[in-house]
């Protein structure tokens, strides 16, 4: 049996326990992407947005959810306690907690792909608000769930996957109107080797809301060979505003697809900070959609692998309004045998008129043999525009790197200075203290000398 017949096979298993199962839509939904999928398979590089990420190894390998019951929570409830501990907000942040985002946010946890209450914490959610695991959404009011879910037809072949298999995942309401002042923090650990994760979240902003939504993929384990298909779907009605931040720090030997996909109406605003340190492999889609006039949105990414690691990031931008405005920047640093892929599109439709977009993407290579592609991309059919693009790939500037011997500074130490700075420029551009000092943390720790630069950040 082929990896992908037991896939198949899987769905045909498990899908009249899967959550929402009986409901008439979404087992419709289930049945057409299984199809989907089984149709497609895994994309390989023959498909022009797979061209530098093939999953064809996937067909080969053996991954599979695991049994209810099966998982090692006192692992994951170790992982779960040290991502709290780096979360803690500095005493500096503490004056202003809930602008920092510390550890006091509303946590929901997941292990493999399931609702993990005992090691979550909502807290004390205002009026208007409701945070809650997709198990239990579709359970309580389907209703609210099913113009979220998407269809099979959404993404490629592995987002159908998704769709078809999804064990669970956070389903979050904001009212209108509503300013969630502290983040909501999605935890997703991944368990022992074979295991496998399909995950959904779903986000409805009603007009005028405002939150912050961050989700930690980690490992309880530092060498689980394990499987994450994760799909993120937002919809931010008129100005509402929604920051959305993703840290993957999972293995080094999993495999960590990941699809975000936002839809914007008049005025609102969406920022996106994707950062991306772990797995042997990972991908990520992030697109968004200016479905009214006056649409911001910001797309900023980092990664930073090593070995023979792979890491791609595909963007997507549609300006289908007027007067909307995106600004997009993503840095990759690459060591060793690495490769890093960026592919950027921007499209400015008919009648989106005074569009405002920008968009640039920058590659480091700390090693002669590491490798990065990117292909940033306008397609612009409106008149009266502002747009721009750009990409580097590069070394280490010599002359900075001489500058900095001068000053007494030895080679290596200076070298990472130096690609710490430009690392730094993403991180700033990250609101909240806390998770931005806890993203400093995750790339000083990859590199040699690191407790300097801690000392000098």
């Known amino acids: 049996m082929s990896a992908t017949d037991a896939w198949l096979a899987g769905f045909r298993q498990r899908a009249a326990s899967l959550p929402g199962a009986g409901l008439p839509w979404l087992d419709r939904v289930r049945a057409q992407a299984i199809d989907r999928f089984a149709a497609e398979g895994w994309p390989s590089g023959r498909l022009e947005a797979w061209r530098h990420t093939s999953l064809v190894f996937l067909g080969s390998e053996s991954f599979a959810p695991t049994a209810e019951g099966s998982v090692d929570e006192g692992a994951a409830r170790r992982a779960v306690a040290a991502l709290r501990a780096?979360?803690?907000?500095?005493?500096?942040?503490?004056?202003?907690?809930?602008?920092?985002?510390?550890?006091?946010?509303?946590?929901?946890?997941?292990?493999?792909?399931?609702?993990?209450?005992?090691?979550?914490?909502?807290?004390?959610?205002?009026?208007?608000?409701?945070?809650?695991?997709?198990?239990?959404?579709?359970?309580?009011?389907?209703?609210?769930?099913?113009?979220?879910?998407?269809?099979?037809a959404l993404g490629g072949s592995p987002v159908a996957l998704n769709a078809a298999l999804a064990t669970d995942g956070a389903f979050v309401e904001l009212g209108r109107g509503v300013a969630l002042e502290q983040p909501i923090h999605l935890v997703f650990v991944?368990?022992?080797?074979?295991?496998?994760?399909?995950?959904?979240?779903?986000?409805?902003?009603e007009a005028g809301s405002q939150a912050t939504i961050v989700e930690h993929y980690v490992a309880s384990s530092a060498d689980a060979a394990t499987l994450t298909n994760a799909v993120t779907r937002i919809d931010a009605a008129a100005d509402a505003r929604v920051t959305h931040m993703k840290l993957q720090q999972e293995s080094e030997r999993a495999v960590h697809l990941a699809a975000i996909d936002a839809a914007q109406a008049r005025g609102a605003a969406f920022a996106s900070h994707s950062l991306s340190f772990g797995a042997r492999l990972a991908r990520h889609d992030i697109s968004t959609r200016f479905g009214g006039e006056g649409c911001e949105a910001l797309l900023n990414g980092l990664y930073h692998v090593d070995g023979k690691r792979h890491v791609d990031h595909h963007t997507r931008i549609d300006h289908l309004s007027p007067r909307g405005t995106s600004h997009e920047y993503y840095r990759g640093i690459l060591d060793g045998e690495a490769r890093g892929v960026f592919s950027g599109r921007i499209l400015v439709a008919p009648g989106a008129v005074r569009t405002d977009a920008m968009q640039r993407a920058d590659n480091l290579l700390l090693s002669p043999r590491a490798e990065a592609d990117a292909r940033p991309e306008l397609e612009i059919y409106a008149d009266d525009v502002k747009?721009?693009?750009?990409?580097?790939?590069?070394?280490?500037?010599?002359?900075?790197?001489?500058?900095?011997?001068?000053?007494?500074?030895?080679?290596?130490?200076?070298?990472?200075?130096?690609?710490?700075?430009?690392?730094?420029?993403?991180?700033?551009?990250?609101?909240?203290?806390?998770?931005?000092?806890?993203?400093?943390?995750?790339?000083r720790s990859r590199l040699p000398g690191g407790e300097l630069l801690e000392a000098l950040a």
């Open 387 to 443: 747009c721009s693009h750009g990409a580097t790939v590069g070394q280490i500037d010599e002359a900075s790197l001489f500058y900095l011997r001068t000053r007494g500074i030895d080679e290596a130490h200076a070298r990472n200075l130096l690609t710490w700075a430009f690392a730094a420029e993403v991180l700033g551009r990250i609101e909240l203290g806390a998770l931005r000092e806890r993203a400093g943390n995750a790339v």
């Open 190 to 205: 991944a368990g022992s080797t074979g295991s496998a994760a399909q995950v959904r979240n779903l986000v409805r902003a």
């Open 86 to 152: 780096s979360q803690a907000a500095s005493p500096a942040d503490r004056s202003g907690a809930a602008k920092a985002g510390g550890a006091d946010g509303h946590w929901l946890v997941f292990v493999d792909g399931r609702h993990t209450p005992a090691l979550g914490d909502i807290g004390e959610l205002p009026a208007g608000v409701r945070i809650e695991p997709l198990s239990q959404a579709l359970a309580r009011a389907p209703e609210s769930v099913e113009p979220l879910f998407g269809d099979a």
